[in-house]
């Protein structure tokens, strides 16, 4: 099976008036564990992600990168081993820093070692600066 993924842009307004947008991806792996979807123009703090494994569940110990245009991940490791059976969430924070990681413009997103046809949901949380 080829591997897919559907983006769906949810934008929210929080109590103070700021902006929060969710991301959510619905993805389905490919015979490799793999799944890649480009993520257009997403700009602000990357607040929460929260992964949530679908009716066929993905291999345990799977893993998500947000890769930059620069080929850093944005995740900052954050996304390594989900977890088969139960939704997680992770705040990703590069090393050393105090606030969420800033995103700015196209960013790949990246399933792997999922198993073949694994079916699973990512959301990211962003925050207008």
């Known amino acids: 099976m080829a591997a897919s993924a559907t983006v769906t842009i949810d934008p929210r ?12 991806i619905d993805w389905v792996s490919a ?7 480009a993520l257009d123009a997403i700009y602000g703090y990357l607040v929460k992600m929260v992964t949530d494994p679908g009716s066929t569940a993905p291999t345990d110990n799977y ?11 944005a995740l900052a490791g954050a996304g390594a081993d989900r977890d088969t059976a139960n939704t997680e969430q992770v705040y990703p924070v590069a090393s050393g820093a105090q606030v969420p990681v800033f995103l700015c413009g196209t960013h790949t997103f990246t399933i792997a070692a ?3 046809s694994k079916v699973g949901k990512t959301v990211l949380y962003i925050m207008e600066p």
């Open 114 to 116: 999922a198993g073949d």
């Open 63 to 73: 893993d998500i990168t947000l890769i930059d245009q620069d080929g850093a991940d």
């Open 13 to 24: 307004s929080a109590p103070n008036g700021k902006r929060i947008t969710r991301i959510v």
């Open 31 to 37: 015979a490799d564990g793999s799944c890649t979807k």
